[in-house]
Protein backbone atom coordinates (compact mmCIF):
# COMPACT_ATOMS: atom_id res chain seq x y z
CA UNK A 1 0.00 0.00 0.00
CA UNK A 2 1.25 3.58 -0.14
CA UNK A 3 -0.26 6.70 2.25
CA UNK A 4 0.12 8.93 -0.31
CA UNK A 5 -0.87 13.12 -0.83
CA UNK A 6 -1.95 12.70 -4.67
CA UNK A 7 -2.67 16.19 -4.36
CA UNK A 8 0.84 17.37 -4.02
CA UNK A 9 2.44 17.10 -7.65
CA UNK A 10 5.76 15.37 -6.83
CA UNK A 11 3.18 12.40 -5.26
CA UNK A 12 1.91 11.15 -8.82
CA UNK A 13 4.93 10.10 -10.31
CA UNK A 14 6.14 8.27 -7.09
CA UNK A 15 2.82 6.29 -7.12
CA UNK A 16 3.47 5.14 -10.75
CA UNK A 17 6.87 3.81 -9.49
CA UNK A 18 5.94 2.12 -7.18
CA UNK A 19 3.21 0.47 -9.49
CA UNK A 20 5.76 -0.57 -11.58
CA UNK A 21 8.03 -2.08 -8.91
CA UNK A 22 5.04 -3.76 -7.62
CA UNK A 23 3.82 -5.65 -10.83
CA UNK A 24 7.55 -6.66 -11.39
CA UNK A 25 7.55 -8.53 -7.77
CA UNK A 26 4.10 -9.87 -8.52
CA UNK A 27 2.59 -7.77 -5.54
CA UNK A 28 -0.65 -5.89 -5.95
CA UNK A 29 -0.45 -2.27 -4.89
CA UNK A 30 -3.07 -0.34 -3.44
CA UNK A 31 -3.42 3.56 -3.33
CA UNK A 32 -4.66 5.60 -0.08
CA UNK A 33 -4.61 8.76 -1.10
CA UNK A 34 -4.83 11.26 1.34
CA UNK A 35 -5.78 14.77 1.27
CA UNK A 36 -5.99 16.13 4.92
CA UNK A 37 -5.68 14.36 8.25
CA UNK A 38 -8.85 13.64 8.83
CA UNK A 39 -8.38 10.94 5.79
CA UNK A 40 -5.10 9.51 7.91
CA UNK A 41 -7.27 7.50 10.21
CA UNK A 42 -10.01 6.23 7.14
CA UNK A 43 -6.96 5.71 4.80
CA UNK A 44 -4.51 3.47 7.58
CA UNK A 45 -8.04 1.74 9.38
CA UNK A 46 -8.45 0.54 5.34
CA UNK A 47 -5.31 -0.35 4.72
CA UNK A 48 -5.91 -2.54 7.88
CA UNK A 49 -9.07 -3.79 7.09
CA UNK A 50 -7.52 -4.90 3.38
CA UNK A 51 -4.80 -6.90 5.63
CA UNK A 52 -1.98 -4.76 3.53
CA UNK A 53 0.91 -6.00 3.72
CA UNK A 54 3.04 -2.84 3.89
CA UNK A 55 2.46 0.75 3.67
CA UNK A 56 5.06 3.38 2.11
CA UNK A 57 4.39 6.68 3.65
CA UNK A 58 5.17 9.10 0.62
CA UNK A 59 7.20 12.28 1.88
CA UNK A 60 4.60 15.54 2.08
CA UNK A 61 3.61 18.25 4.62
CA UNK A 62 0.53 16.21 5.35
CA UNK A 63 2.44 12.77 6.23
CA UNK A 64 5.43 14.93 7.58
CA UNK A 65 3.20 17.27 10.50
CA UNK A 66 0.91 14.11 11.37
CA UNK A 67 3.98 11.60 12.10
CA UNK A 68 2.83 10.74 15.03
CA UNK A 69 -0.73 10.13 14.40
CA UNK A 70 0.44 7.98 11.32
CA UNK A 71 2.73 6.22 13.27
CA UNK A 72 0.22 5.37 16.01
CA UNK A 73 -2.67 4.43 13.40
CA UNK A 74 0.11 1.98 11.75
CA UNK A 75 0.39 0.46 15.06
CA UNK A 76 -2.77 0.42 16.08
CA UNK A 77 -3.92 -1.42 12.95
CA UNK A 78 -0.86 -3.84 12.88
CA UNK A 79 0.38 -2.19 9.63
CA UNK A 80 4.01 -2.40 8.97
CA UNK A 81 5.14 0.95 7.82
CA UNK A 82 8.23 2.42 5.59
CA UNK A 83 8.60 5.95 6.31
CA UNK A 84 10.68 8.92 4.09
CA UNK A 85 12.91 9.50 6.81
CA UNK A 86 13.92 8.71 9.96
CA UNK A 87 12.22 11.09 12.32
CA UNK A 88 9.29 8.86 12.17
CA UNK A 89 11.46 5.84 13.03
CA UNK A 90 12.54 8.37 16.12
CA UNK A 91 9.39 8.96 17.00
CA UNK A 92 8.91 5.17 17.06
CA UNK A 93 7.72 4.40 13.48
CA UNK A 94 9.06 0.55 12.36
CA UNK A 95 11.50 1.96 9.80
CA UNK A 96 12.91 4.76 7.39
CA UNK A 97 14.49 4.72 4.07
CA UNK A 98 15.45 8.24 2.85
CA UNK A 99 17.87 10.99 2.88
CA UNK A 100 20.27 11.64 5.66
CA UNK A 101 19.56 15.44 6.50
CA UNK A 102 22.12 16.46 8.73
CA UNK A 103 24.16 15.55 5.70
CA UNK A 104 21.99 17.90 3.44
CA UNK A 105 22.46 20.60 5.95
CA UNK A 106 26.60 20.21 5.81
CA UNK A 107 26.56 20.25 2.04
CA UNK A 108 24.21 23.20 2.02
CA UNK A 109 26.62 25.22 4.53
CA UNK A 110 29.14 24.67 1.58
CA UNK A 111 27.49 26.60 -0.54
CA UNK A 112 26.40 29.30 1.38
CA UNK A 113 29.97 29.49 1.80
CA UNK A 114 31.06 29.92 -1.91
CA UNK A 115 28.06 32.38 -1.90
CA UNK A 116 29.14 34.61 1.03
CA UNK A 117 32.64 34.53 -0.66
CA UNK A 118 31.61 35.61 -3.91
CA UNK A 119 29.81 32.97 -5.92
CA UNK A 120 26.80 33.74 -7.76
CA UNK A 121 23.80 31.35 -6.91
CA UNK A 122 23.09 31.03 -10.42
CA UNK A 123 26.56 29.44 -11.00
CA UNK A 124 26.72 26.59 -8.64
CA UNK A 125 25.65 23.23 -9.30
CA UNK A 126 22.33 21.48 -8.94
CA UNK A 127 23.49 18.34 -6.59
CA UNK A 128 21.49 15.26 -5.78
CA UNK A 129 21.35 13.61 -2.56
CA UNK A 130 24.25 11.08 -2.01
CA UNK A 131 23.94 9.60 1.28
CA UNK A 132 20.84 7.73 2.56
CA UNK A 133 20.03 5.62 5.48
CA UNK A 134 18.42 3.08 6.16
CA UNK A 135 16.85 2.25 10.06
CA UNK A 136 15.11 0.37 11.78
CA UNK A 137 12.83 0.21 15.36
CA UNK A 138 13.14 -3.17 16.49
CA UNK A 139 10.73 -2.49 19.84
CA UNK A 140 8.00 -1.26 16.89
CA UNK A 141 8.69 -4.71 15.57
CA UNK A 142 7.91 -6.68 18.14
CA UNK A 143 5.26 -4.64 19.53
CA UNK A 144 3.10 -5.39 15.67
CA UNK A 145 4.22 -9.39 16.05
CA UNK A 146 7.15 -8.59 13.28
CA UNK A 147 10.14 -10.69 12.94
CA UNK A 148 12.69 -7.96 11.39
CA UNK A 149 14.93 -10.32 8.71
CA UNK A 150 18.72 -10.69 10.31
CA UNK A 151 19.77 -9.52 6.14
CA UNK A 152 17.61 -6.22 6.54
CA UNK A 153 19.14 -5.64 10.53
CA UNK A 154 22.50 -6.51 8.68
CA UNK A 155 22.02 -3.82 6.40
CA UNK A 156 20.83 -1.15 8.50
CA UNK A 157 22.48 2.27 9.14
CA UNK A 158 21.30 2.24 12.73
CA UNK A 159 19.18 -0.25 14.26
CA UNK A 160 17.25 1.62 17.36
Not at 62 to 80: C, G, Y
Not at 95 to 117: C, E, M, Q
Amino acid sequence: GALLNMSNRSQPPQWTEIQKTARTSGVEAQLFDVRSAADLATAIDDAGKRKTGALIVGIDTLTQSNQRLIIELAAKHRVPAIYPSREFVDAGGLISFGVNYPDLYRRAATFVDKIFKGAKPSDLPVEQPTKFELVANLKTAKAIGLTMPPMLLARADEVI
